[in-house]
């Protein structure tokens, strides 16, 4: 099934009610980087932005140091929000490591978020970074917006993370990092910012006791000091938890639910939205075009504006990004 100019309409529609074929037929045409798959997924893409259709789902990213047990931790989560009132339907992106070798990637996070076959209300697609620096893979954005159509909360698990790898604060909501109880990285983190990034912070593996609690004691004490100093505008939640017994998941949910909430009230999120896409577009931009096609379009402010005022007017990124071609009127000079 594709998704072409006549039938766009009824695609969104099988994606607001749901339906897991549409589902995963429109998240193959974001991933085929071809030419009619890309022509689909666009024309999508403008849908899903025109409707309204991906705004009112929850996204959440989990993020953290590999090891740390975000899997687990992802795969609990999902089973809370399945599970408790309000029950909610769940759409899961596992970004797993690319081999360096054959550009493929393990893809286990799959295996390890079990779930239920028979539960139509949780969808799990892994992806391969291929390389791909920020902690995820180049179409999850893309997949994202789709997913949102159809499920009320989105969870994005990235791979590690550590200084240039924070691009998944500009697709979620609400962004969870994960710390490793006495792993000695707290402070490592500090140095590397990226302690400024997270919405809440959560303590895995509680059932390892003193250690967990020391860790979290030292966290919310960093965090406040970062508060104090005007680099952090909020202290951001911190949780501690155990995927392995459960403890804390369903107090970690009312975390991330307060979250949303608060930056809902406040025009956080709505903000965090458009520059969460204005961020995404001139990665696009430059990946498309390189630096010479930045310094083509007259600079990065002017580029910014640019994008800025043809995403509120209510682009989809794709159609942004190839609306602002600084070699369209001599394509003979393109790199």
Known sequence: M????????GIVAALVRGERLAVAACLNDVEDQRAPAALRSRALQRALAASGASERAHRVGFTGP?????????????RALRTSPPQRSVGVIAVDPSSERSGGALLGDRVRIASDAEDTG????????????????????????????????????????????????????????????????????????VMEIPDVFVINKADLGATAERTRAELRSALASLTHAGILETSPGVATTSARDGTGIVELLATVDAHRVAAAASGALARRRVDGALAQALRAFVRRYGELGVERAGGEEMLRREAALRLARGEDIGSVVLALDPFEAGPDTRP
Do not use: C, Y
């Open 66 to 78: 590999p090891g740390v047990g975000k899997s687990s931790l992802v795969a609990a989560f999902a």
């Open 2 to 9: 594709g998704v072409g100019e006549a039938d766009v309409d």
């Open 122 to 193: 949780l969808f799990i697609r892994s992806l391969a970074t291929r390389g791909h620096l920020g902690g995820l893979a180049r179409v999850a954005a893309g997949e994202v917006l789709v997913l949102s159509a159809a499920f009320d909360v989105i969870i994005v698990e990235t791979v590690g993370v550590g200084q240039s790898e924070t691009e998944v604060q500009d697709v979620v909501d609400t962004l969870v990092f994960v710390v490793q109880p006495g792993a000695g990285d707290t402070l490592q983190h500090l140095k590397a910012g």
